[in-house]
């Protein structure tokens, strides 16, 4: 059963990917339409399915654009690293073809960077000269500096870019990263500041809103965080991405059965583990233990298949699993060791110093808290992992 009462309750129900999928990419994307997530997701679908019938095939444009169509429509259905992983390998496979197309190597390395491949990421950055030193290029490399722990190189590279190519999505960023590194004042001034640059951008809108919404709670606003939330419902209606923070806020408020309801519709649109873990963890709440230990296995059971592959992405999920969820400090340590192990971050290091808390070597903790300031970092969660280790709060 999931212990309603640490310090990471309320917290850690937020959905907050350690690469959000849906943060704007580095090459601009029209808007579809005003009519919401499933009239653009129908949209998406009809022009990726035109261009592939009437597209060049031996051109590298045609085969770039395709791949970046392919590549919306699985952000929109719902970012599922599987799906990623797919068109990962096309990607691959076009490049074989087109090894100096620019937008190809771009995309590839956003789609690693959002199944956690730095590696991979900067190969593909620096498989194509001068790339790095274009805006697009430039947004990228500093995603992956801060993806890897590296926030001042992160700064330096956005703010190049937005010197040499202003744009609302690198203001973003730099939002983002001030959230990481604890300047909260300014990360709500850098999002003002990037709404302001949006029109007609709905989809936008509703994401920035969703990022400011996601640290009024953080903060401890509940009623502004449900404010910007329902902003977001009115600009983009029907988006999954919104609904689940949407769960996650009705959770961070003790409304189990809200949360619940709002996770299921989320599950019906969007099968990922993470989701049925927070549903498993709010029907618990609620005094579902059965349900909750159904939607838990098949969390676990969908975490571990995708290590079993060889895979990254859940090593954090699964770390958290073991230390907050269903308590096993042993295992919970051994999977944020080898997450801390592929990238040292405030992210990695926050979550390895809860495992080593909740497994009650306090001194560890402690040690690699400092080690996560010492990066810079400095965000909502690890402050009060800090706050609760320091303390010496009953693991």
């Known amino acids: 059963m999931a212990d309603q009462n640490h310090p990471n309750s309320g917290i850690r129900v937020l959905f907050r990917p350690k690469v959000d999928p849906h943060a704007p990419s580095a090459r601009p994307e029209p808007e579809l339409s005003a009519a919401g997530f499933t009239a653009d997701l129908a949209a998406v679908r009809r022009r990726r399915a035109e261009w592939e019938a009437t597209a060049d095939p031996a051109g590298p444009v045609a085969a770039a654009e395709v791949l970046i169509l392919r590549h919306r429509e699985v952000l929109l259905s719902g970012a599922r690293p599987e799906d990623l992983l797919v068109l990962g390998t096309a990607v691959d496979e076009a490049v074989e073809r087109f090894p100096a197309e620019p937008d190809l190597r771009l995309l590839r390395a956003r789609i690693a960077l959002e199944v956690h491949r730095p590696d991979v990421a900067t190969e593909a950055l620096a498989a194509v000269p001068g790339l790095v030193d274009q805006p697009p290029g430039r947004v990228l490399a500093a995603d992956i500096a801060q993806f890897s722990g590296d926030y001042r190189a992160a700064r330096a590279g956005y ?139 098949a969390a676990l059971s969908a975490y571990l298949a995708s290590v079993a592959r060889g895979e990254v992405h859940h090593l954090h999920h699964l770390a958290a699993f073991h230390a907050d969820i269903h308590l096993h400090p042993g295992a919970a340590l051994a999977w944020a060791r080898q997450d801390a192990d592929l990238h040292r971050t405030g992210t990695t290091l926050s979550l390895l110093a809860w495992c080593l808390h909740r497994a009650g070597r306090r001194d560890e903790a402690l040690a690699v808290v400092e080690e996560a300031f010492a990066l810079g970092a400095a965000d909502p969660l690890l402050q009060a992992r800090a706050r609760a280790i320091r303390q010496g709060g009953r693991p």
């Open 159 to 297: 703010r190049t870019a937005a010197r040499e190519d202003p744009r609302w999505e690198t203001t973003a960023r730099l939002a983002a990263l001030a959230v990481t590194t604890g300047a909260f004042d300014e990360a709500d001034e850098l999002y003002t500041a990037a709404e302001d640059d949006l029109a007609t951008q709905r989809r936008s809108f509703a994401w920035l809103r969703v990022q400011r919404a996601d640290l009024a709670v953080a903060k401890g606003n509940h009623s502004r965080g449900r404010r910007l939330l329902t902003d977001a419902e009115r600009a983009y209606p029907g988006w999954w991405y919104v609904a689940a923070h949407r769960a996650a806020l009705e959770a961070a408020a003790g409304r189990h059965e809200r949360a619940a309801t709002g996770y299921r519709s989320v599950l019906a649109v969007v099968d990922r583990p993470e989701f049925r873990e927070a549903l498993g963890a709010v029907l618990d709440a609620a005094g579902d233990a059965d349900g909750a230990a159904a939607c838990h296995a």
